[in-house]
């Protein structure tokens, strides 16, 4: 035996002890997030996405019109966000729901 594998670490979850293998799996489970475009596509890192509707984006003084095409978007955290680049906006952040998959 490993000792890994000797190794238990408390599931605050299940109330448990549980091995240090089975906890690296839950967490790694638990790390997909889905995120939808506003027609229920599924999006991931790389995809291209087209905007459904005008939008204004803050502080750069700037409205992105719909059908737009954004390039290579990365998902964040949030189920609900998406990390794009757009020329002339630094760390532009989209909304799911206004943008489709292309």
Known sequence: MTNEEEDFVYDEASG???S???ARARAAGTETIEVRDSVGNLLAD???VTLIKDLTVKGAGQTLKRGTLI???RLTGDPQEIDCKYEGIKGLVLRAEFVRKR
Do not use: C, R, T, V
């Open 16 to 18: 448990e002890w549980i």
């Open 20 to 22: 240090a293998a089975d």
């Open 46 to 48: 790389g995809d291209q």
């Open 71 to 73: 390039k290579s978007i």
